[in-house]
């Protein structure tokens, strides 16, 4: 078996009867431009090996590309998740041998076996994959949180891992929330016992192979806490006996009976052309930049005005409505009495503020030129905003054009003690997009439209 690290989760896996590409994401910028490779890489199409099997481990976008998918050939098998997005996008491309699949499923070929393996989260519909034939084992954890129950089923089909692709990258991706800047201390823990406890012959960190760029690139001081080199020094401390490497783009890895080795930049398909990753040094003291709106698409000043009080008007409408009609983050917010502001950063610096008053039995607007008090706050750019309504751009790029906080919480006093509880509520403003406005429940489907339409005859 043949293992090829093409670029942060994007792998080639060569067995005997099959090739695999696993996440294929083959240029840079991706996940809508917000993220490059790191190391820098080069894909060379003209030196991929004709494709068997083309596997998506999940449906986020540094893992799921459509322009990657669109310049791959359509006679491919195509091995997925059970997820309404993937499955539309790959018909839409034109793929017709999709198999989806659950999670812990052994599918056996005469001379190879794919095992997908579960993943213990509830938002993503997610798995990573065991890779076996007659020279080895290879296991592709990819984002896959690892639950016991799942570590002991592999265990029972797989007992000897020859080669783990680990995660191990903790982003602190709760940063976009206004969730601090704290180690991720149980992630990296939960990390480490997963490859102890698996104890495969080579264990790599993996996935995580990207830094933000552009606009965004100041992010990369806050998102990534624990470093590839940090990983493996932990395991080593732990566990010294433990084999463990770092793989840039283009290394690969050869498995022959249980034996595996490195071959640094081995690859004619991918070539490493930078060791970039001080971009991604962990650095909390670094300056936030204040929030600015650098409009990457181009908006006129005409059409952000238009869309703000487009969505400020609809959100209104539905805040009142549900005075009457009842939604339960609304309701929230009207049992707190609280204060929710949203501040729209246009590209030529003015500011526009709305502060939404939930009283118990009505709300209040006022607009202003300045933020006033509030107990709960979202802050976004007008060409964000914009590009969110109109469904043509992923939370994953806007997340890092906005700035959200709250400080909401509830009073309470027994037997002369006051009790202060914080109370996690819902954005009202995501609540809305995401959920209730006009087209809501086709966002996803006009999202994946708009990325679909270059590929489409």
């Known amino acids: 078996m043949k293992v090829t690290l093409l670029g942060h989760a994007s792998v080639l896996v060569e067995m005997q009867g099959a090739r ?33 099997v083309i596997i998506l481990s999940h449906s986020h976008l540094d893992h799921f590309d459509i322009p990657s998918l669109a310049r791959l050939p359509r006679q491919c098998d195509v091995l997925c998740p059970k997820d309404r997005a993937i499955g539309y996008a790959l018909k839409e491309l034109g793929f017709t041998r999709i198999r989806e699949t659950d999670p812990m499923t052994s599918i056996v070929f005469p001379t190879h076996e794919l095992m997908t393996t579960h993943s213990n989260v509830s938002n993503v519909v997610e798995f990573g994959v065991v890779f076996k034939d007659r020279t080895g084992t290879f296991w592709n954890q990819v984002d896959t949180v690892l639950a016991p129950a799942t570590l002991q089923g592999v265990k029972q089909r797989h007992p000897r891992i020859d080669l783990l692709f680990a995660m191990h990258a903790s982003q602190n991706f709760g940063f976009f929330e206004s969730k601090g800047l704290g180690f991720p201390y149980k992630m990296h823990e939960m990390n480490l016992n997963t490859v102890l406890s698996i104890r495969p012959g080579l264990t790599v960190p993996g996935s995580a192979g990207f830094r933000f760029c552009g606009p965004i690139e100041w992010c990369n001081s806050f998102l990534f806490p624990v470093s590839r080199e940090q990983f493996v020094a932990d395991l080593l401390q732990l566990a010294p006996d433990l084999q463990t490497c770092i793989a840039n783009p283009g290394d690969v890895f050869e498995i022959d009976r249980g034996k595996v080795r490195h071959l640094p930049g081995a690859s004619k398909v991918a070539v490493m052309l930078e060791q970039d990753t001080t971009h991604l040094r962990f650095d909390p003291t670094a300056p936030v930049p204040p929030l600015s709106d650098p409009n990457p698409d181009g908006y006129s ?109 509830a009073l309470s006093q027994a037997a002369g003690s006051v009790t202060v509880e914080p109370k996690e509520v819902a954005d009202l403003l995501g609540h809305y997009l995401q959920w209730k406005a006009k087209g809501a429940d086709m966002a996803l489907k006009q999202r994946l439209d708009h990325a679909l339409r270059p590929y489409r005859k």
Not at 23 to 52: K, M, N, T
Not at 354 to 377: T, W
């Open 301 to 409: 000043q005409e059409r952000l005005h238009k869309a703000a009080e487009e969505c400020i008007a609809g959100l209104a409408e539905f805040v009142r409505g549900a005075y009457q009609s009842g939604d339960s983050v609304v309701d929230e917010y009207r049992r707190l009495l609280a204060v929710y502001a949203v501040g729209i950063v246009f590209p030529d610096g003015q500011e526009q503020w709305h502060h939404f008053r939930l009283a118990a039995d009505a709300m209040q607007l006022d607009k202003s030129a300045a933020p006033a008090p509030a107990h709960s706050v979202h802050r976004i750019a007008a060409s964000a905003l914009a590009a969110w309504m109109a469904r043509k751009k992923s939370y994953f790029y806007l997340r890092a054009f906005s700035r959200k906080f709250t400080t909401l919480y």
């Open 20 to 52: 695999c590409l696993m996440d294929p994401v083959l240029s840079d910028p991706f996940e809508d431009g917000a993220v490059v490779s790191c190391p820098r890489r080069e894909i060379r199409l003209d030196q991929l090996p004709p494709i068997d």
